[in-house]
């Protein structure tokens, strides 16, 4: 059985770089880990250069010495391999290992994350380091789990080297075995970008507008995400050569460019998360006047539970996050360092692993505050994150359960990939997942996220009411079979503007819109456009109810086999559809054919009777996140003033063991793990 994701507990971790601290402290700072609750501690994801010095040459002296002390206590050990810093005798000697900008710029030694995937020598040298690592500590009873390399894809996700040019056209030359079937996907008779031979196809290079062929960037960042997903494979491959049964492998990430769906599946044991609810706080950032501020990092770890329903939070902040290249950022205020933590449980996280225990005296990280500051002395982050896991033990039964939604939002990675190479798009397709985010989080909507991915899905889409699928551009037969499947058995689908209108190269499909949608959707789109900005509202009316259009309007005809429920009645084109709804065996599918504001999908929500679930349990103000996992309730209060809620039934406080009813104070920054299944 897995030591940390088990269903039997939650546990607390904490970060440790023995290398940055005298070994004099070493015992008493696993010690005192230990007496705050620590179970658990990652090592050794930038210490490449302790094992092997110069090229060829191994010691292991350094972690020998660690771990066996740290095998005389109760700790377990979860190993990083060390490739996200390559040594300096290894980029000297081999600088083809090095990234660069689009400009051909090298990435050179003296920051972190500065090579590239595909250099031949990179991947020997990473697969040789791990194989020393793992044939060394493998079976040591100390290590419960394994850390491939650190943030993938993290500040770098695109590579420009020599290596991955020569690498991008092997990729595609599996994939269109002919430049003429190449040449046909990416239209490069338009501009003259025909090619000819395969030696003429390079990455995305520097041209003197900034515009490369979109097709090609779409194929570039599968090229990228398939480039990470081998590279860490390789050393997943030889891990699982060594580890014992129970031992784990993961990577702490969801940065861009990466099927991490996929990726989970091929390397991994679970995903975790780095979670920094304090970014929105940096110095200079505007306030964030919807009010969600570090509630946003919901999303995110919404995101990595679509990856891995129980999930590990590798990185959880402590303290104010920083490097000396950037403007400050506040410490948290008592209670948030607790209240974050718990934002990460609330939404399937397992494990939390503080970041750091001791803050880094030295380096780009030294004002990214630890538990400790480089003293040592006892403070208030030390207490709070020892009270912290005392909660944990007292919450433990909710690590069997799953997070609970009847809504999902419907995602895929050529979606995702596509719409960053087209910014005309990505526009529309941010301002709806930004409002469908809000609305979900302000109304107590739980939602999961769930992704096509190559070679599956996510999840079960019959598991929920309604989905939406707000803009998929690129669509696949297959996709679309598996749509018309959940609503038949009675699920509901809900569409937003430009759907269907591309094939899977980012070409504009030629038939009517919205192309392969057109069938389930049962609409027609006649014209399109973003709105004019001289307009200062567009209203649709949705059977007698007036919401506001944003950014785009699909003007939809009647010649789709749906009914139009909603139509336009502001502008030049008031009178044409808005909103059509197409019935389909049990169930149906709407095509909105606009880009969803938050009036929307309030609207969306409360029409289908998915809107606040738990408003027969508790009422709550917009300020308190509500997320669920099996019987139990999670309120979070994100202000620093306290609030009132209303229990309509009596629940089990976890925590206190208290019955709560009726009116209840939530302190600021405070929280309530409550149980439905009984009172008290």
């Not at 090229?55 to 109760?74: A, P, Q």
């Not at 030889?238 to 990726?263: E, M, P, Q, V, W």
């Amino acid at each position: 059985m897995q030591y940390l994701i088990n269903g039997e507990k939650l546990t607390a971790g904490v970060c440790y770089y023995p290398e940055h601290w005298p070994e004099s402290l070493w015992k008493d700072d696993i010690g005192r880990m230990l007496s705050h609750g620590i179970r658990f501690i990652r090592i050794g994801e930038f210490a490449w250069s302790l094992v092997e010095p110069r090229e060829g040459e191994f010691n292991h002296d350094f972690f020998d010495r660690f771990l066996g002390l740290v095998r005389e206590t109760e700790m377990k050990v979860i190993f990083g391999t060390p490739t996200a810093t390559p040594p300096a005798w290894l980029t000297e000697k081999y600088p083809e290992v090095l990234n660069a900008d689009i400009r051909g710029n090298i990435f050179r030694h003296g920051s972190r994350r500065h090579y590239n995937y595909n250099s031949p020598v990179y991947r020997r040298k990473c697969a040789e380091i791990t194989e020393v690592i793992a044939a060394r500590y493998a079976k040591w009873e100390c290590i419960t789990g394994w850390q491939l390399d650190n943030e993938l894809n993290c500040e770098v996700s695109n590579f420009y080297s020599e290596a991955d040019s020569a690498a991008f056209r092997t990729w595609l030359r599996d994939r269109y075995q002919t430049t003429d079937a190449l040449n046909e996907a990416w239209g490069t008779v338009f501009w003259n970008q025909t090619y000819t031979s395969w030696s003429e196809v390079y990455v995305p290079r520097y041209t003197c507008n900034g515009a490369n062929n979109p097709h090609q960037m779409l194929d570039y960042y599968r090229f990228i995400s398939d480039s990470c997903r081998s590279f860490a494979q390789i050393q997943s491959e030889i891990i699982r050569k060594y580890k014992k049964d129970d031992d784990f492998i993961t990577t702490n990430g969801l940065f861009g460019h990466l099927d991490n769906h996929a990726f989970c599946r091929q390397s991994l044991s679970f995903f975790t998360y780095d979670s920094y609810p304090n970014f929105p706080n940096q110095a200079g950032k505007p306030v964030d006047e919807n009010g969600l501020r570090d509630r946003w990092w919901s999303r995110k770890l919404a995101e990595t539970r679509s990856v891995s329903p129980h999930f590990g939070i590798m990185e959880q902040q402590t303290g104010a996050n920083g490097w000396n290249i950037w403007p400050g950022v506040p410490n948290p205020r008592p209670g948030q360092i607790t209240l974050w933590a718990m934002q990460s449980v609330a939404h399937g996280a397992d494990f939390i692993s503080f970041f750091r225990w001791r803050t880094a005296a030295f380096g780009t990280e030294m004002y990214w505050n630890g538990i400790l500051d480089p003293s040592g002395r006892d403070n208030e982050r030390l207490a709070e994150g020892g009270a912290f896991t005392e909660i944990l033990t007292k919450i433990s039964c909710v690590a069997k359960e799953h997070c609970l939604a009847d809504v999902a939002i419907l995602k895929d990675y050529d979606n995702v990939f596509d719409s960053e190479a087209d910014v005309w798009h990505s526009q529309i397709e941010q301002a709806s997942m930004d409002s469908l985010f809000t609305v979900l989080q302000k109304t107590h909507t739980p939602f999961d996220y769930v992704y096509f991915y190559e070679g599956g899905i996510s999840a079960d889409l019959h598991s929920y009411r309604v989905i939406f699928y707000p803009h998929p551009l690129i669509v696949t037969p297959e996709r679309i079979r598996v749509l018309e499947q959940y609503v038949k058995q009675g699920g509901i689908l809900i569409l937003g503007a430009r759907a269907g209108c591309k094939d899977h190269t980012g070409r504009c499909v030629t038939k009517r819109l919205p192309g392969l949608f057109a069938g389930l959707a049962g609409a027609d789109v006649k014209e399109y456009s973003f709105l004019q900005p001289d307009q200062p509202e567009v209203l649709i009316d949705w059977d007698g109810e007036k919401i506001p259009a944003a950014l785009f309007a699909d003007r939809l005809s009647g010649d789709g086999a749906g009914d139009i429920t909603g139509r336009y009645v502001s502008d030049y084109f008031a009178g044409d559809g808005a909103i059509s709804v197409n019935r389909c065996a049990d169930g149906c599918v709407y095509y909105y054919g606009s880009a969803f504001s938050d009036a929307a999908v309030e609207a969306f929500l409360r029409r289908l009777g998915v809107k606040e679930p738990y408003a027969d349990v508790v009422t709550v103000p917009e300020s308190v996140e509500l997320a669920v996992r099996g019987p139990y309730l999670f309120l979070l209060n994100y202000r620093r003033d306290a609030c009132s809620l209303h229990f309509h039934r009596p629940v089990t406080d976890l925590i206190s063991g208290a019955e709560l009813s009726g009116e209840t104070a939530l302190a600021g920054y405070g929280f309530i793990v409550a149980d439905m299944s009984r009172p008290a």
